[in-house]
């Protein structure tokens, strides 16, 4: 699986657009890029994935670069429900039978929105 | 309710005590995991399971099984608790190729004295 670069934190002010970049400069055509995140202690949560065309749904946008080495999530009107550590993942697209689609979680990137 | 349901939320067990962390779901998954967190690291993979007959060591696997009772139940046991077994655990699942992102369960924080 590809290896992910995210910051350690960020901050950002309440109502404001929270971008949350990540590195993954070594996707290869096959990975899709994946975004959870987890609110102290509970599980962690779904947010978007996208391959290599920009996504949008109720909670976020993905924005994925051309050449597909990056990209940056977008939470639009960050609210202080929205302070969590968001992790970035990269997995192979299909079914992978000897990782049983597993997921590699890394430290991610704590986000605090402050009002 | 929820979709994916652990049971208990906290637990605290002694040392060489047998334990058994339960997790159910409705959101009629194939796939089930079970990951460990311990603070300031990322989850680890446990166990894993594609279907009712089938079981998969994650990357720690040691010092725990599991139990696929149903497609809709997946319990993971430490037969001889230690102190470095506490952590908080989750439960997960997914569809067949886990596409559309796994879902979940709230946690068990297991604390091993």
């Known amino acids: 699986d590809a290896k992910t670069t995210q910051p350690t934190s960020m901050d950002c002010a309440e109502g404001r657009a929270a971008n949350l970049p990540c590195n993954h400069s070594?996707?290869?055509?096959?990975?899709?890029v994946y975004w959870y995140r987890q609110i102290h202690s509970q599980g962690p949560q779904y947010i978007i994935h996208?391959?290599?065309n920009n996504e949008t749904n109720e909670m976020a946008s993905l924005i994925i670069t051309e050449d597909r080495k990056s990209s940056t999530l977008i939470l639009p009107h960050a609210t202080l429900r929205d302070t969590a550590v968001y992790y970035c993942?990269?997995?192979?697209?299909?079914?992978?039978?000897?990782?049983?689609?597993?997921?590699?979680f890394g430290a991610g990137t704590i986000l605090r929105v402050k009002s | 309710d929820a979709d994916v349901t652990q049971t208990p939320r906290n637990r605290i067990t002694k040392t060489g005590k047998r334990i058994m962390l339960e997790c159910s779901q409705t959101k009629g998954h194939d796939r089930m995991y079970w990951y460990r967190q311990d603070p300031g690291l990322g989850l680890r993979l446990i166990y894993y399971s594609f279907d009712v007959k089938d079981i998969n060591k994650g990357e720690i696997s040691d010092g725990y099984s599991v139990s696929r009772q149903a497609q809709a139940k997946f319990s993971l046991s430490l037969e001889s608790a230690i102190p470095n077994q506490t952590a908080l655990y989750f439960c997960?699942?997914?569809?067949?190729?886990?596409?559309?992102?796994?879902?979940f369960g709230s946690g068990t924080r297991l604390t091993v004295v």
């Open positions: 997960a699942t997914s569809d067949f190729q886990g596409i559309s992102g796994y879902t």
């Open positions: 996208g391959l290599k």
């Open positions: 070594t996707i290869s055509g096959n990975e899709y």
């Open positions: 993942i990269v997995r192979p697209r299909g079914l992978i039978m000897e990782y049983g689609n597993k997921l590699v």
